[in-house]
């Protein structure tokens, strides 16, 4: 099969009534429309998840796993950006009621399972309380995910010098977006903006640590990054793209066979 004949909105509904099973999944790419510096596009964290999605689900479908690429969920609870003009962003409630009515829609066919692929960390915790509520409410089967390696969503891997700081419009996203839009990003790229206190700290943090805190990106100075995004390349982003389309595919794979007991 062709990648365009895996869209889920591409089909008539009757068409995709018959062609679903009780084995489909439903992958659903979420990103958010938000400030990422002067560097790089609103639509970053939209535009890397579907395109990771994307890729993954080709391959997926390919290796003979049911997926389906749902339009993407673009706005996403980027509360923390709230202050930078151009931020487009949803009340977590209001996200968490969107991702629910989506699911319980998904129900109505024969599929039974969504997968998130998510590209902005701000949506995590709440993907969490969405997995919940459809499997309670519909008896779907939900997972959520990064669309990176093993990130919270925004950041990716990031390098050692941003010692595991590297959230948002860093080192390894900006390279990305240089690997998948090239066209949208804008020199020169701002300089190195990492909270080193806190990544000093023991027990307080961002991923990974045990003690949150509450946040807003203009708490960590005017930029609005929060990492290194110097020395960004294309050649590191096409990598983190291809280790993110290789990690996606195989949770797609893995959710194929999952069983509760
Ligand atoms: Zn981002």
Same mark, same amino acid.
């Given at each position: 099969?062709?990648?365009?004949?895996?869209?889920?909105?591409?089909?008539?509904?009757?068409?995709?009534?018959?062609?679903?099973?009780?084995?489909?999944?439903?992958?659903?790419?979420?990103?958010?429309?938000?400030?990422?510096?002067?560097?790089?596009?609103?639509?970053?964290?939209?535009?890397?998840?579907?395109?990771?999605?994307?890729?993954?689900? +080709?391959?997926?479908?390919?290796? @003979?796993?049911?997926?389906?690429?749902? !339009?993407?969920?673009?706005? =996403?609870?980027? /509360?923390? *950006?709230?202050?930078?003009?151009?931020?487009?962003?949803?009340?977590?409630?209001?996200?968490?009621?969107?991702?629910?009515?989506?699911?319980?829609?998904?129900?109505?066919?024969?599929?039974?399972?969504?997968?998130?692929?998510?590209?902005?960390?701000?949506?995590?915790?709440?993907?969490?309380?969405?997995?919940? +509520?459809?499997?309670?409410?519909? @008896?779907?089967?939900?997972?959520?995910? !990064?669309?990176?390696?093993? =990130?919270?969503? /925004?950041? *990716?891997?990031?390098?050692?010098?941003?010692?595991?700081?590297?959230?948002?419009?860093?080192?390894?996203?900006?390279?990305?977006?240089?690997?998948?839009?090239?066209?949208?990003?804008?020199?020169?790229?701002?300089?190195?903006?990492?909270?080193?206190?806190?990544?000093?700290?023991?027990?307080?943090?961002?991923?990974?640590?045990?003690?949150?805190? @509450?946040?807003?990106?203009?708490?960590?100075?005017?930029?609005?990054?929060?990492?290194?995004?110097?020395?960004?390349?294309?050649?590191?982003?096409?990598?983190?793209?291809?280790?993110?389309?290789?990690?996606?595919?195989?949770?797609?794979?893995?959710?194929?066979?999952?069983?509760?007991?």
């Amino acid at each position: 099969m062709t990648a365009a004949s895996r869209r889920w909105a591409d089909l008539p509904g009757p068409a995709l009534n018959e062609t679903l099973t009780d084995r489909s999944i439903a992958v659903v790419p979420i990103g958010a429309i938000e400030h990422h510096g002067p560097h790089l596009p609103l639509s970053t964290d939209a535009l890397v998840a579907e395109t990771v999605a994307s890729a993954a689900v +080709e391959r997926a479908a390919a290796a @003979g796993v049911d997926a389906w690429l749902l !339009p993407t969920v673009s706005y =996403g609870k980027s /509360d923390e *950006h709230h202050w930078a003009p151009g931020t487009l962003w949803l009340e977590g409630t209001t996200l968490l009621d969107q991702l629910v009515e989506i699911g319980r829609s998904i129900a109505m066919t024969p599929a039974r399972t969504v997968a998130f692929v998510n590209g902005h960390g701000g949506n995590v915790m709440l993907l969490g309380w969405a997995n919940r +509520e459809l499997h309670r409410r519909f @008896g779907l089967r939900s997972f959520s995910m !990064p669309a990176s390696i093993g =990130g919270a969503g /925004d950041g *990716h891997d990031g390098r050692p010098d941003e010692l595991g700081q590297g959230i948002h419009a860093g080192f390894a996203e900006t390279s990305v977006v240089m690997h998948i839009a090239p066209h949208l990003v804008r020199e020169p790229f701002p300089p190195r903006n990492v909270p080193e206190r806190i990544a000093g700290m023991r027990h307080i943090g961002f991923n990974g640590k045990p003690v949150m805190f @509450g946040w807003t990106s203009d708490d960590f100075g005017p930029s609005g990054v929060i990492g290194d995004p110097t020395g960004a390349n294309a050649e590191a982003g096409s990598a983190l793209f291809a280790g993110a389309v290789r990690f996606v595919t195989e949770a797609l794979t893995e959710i194929d066979g999952f069983e509760f007991a």
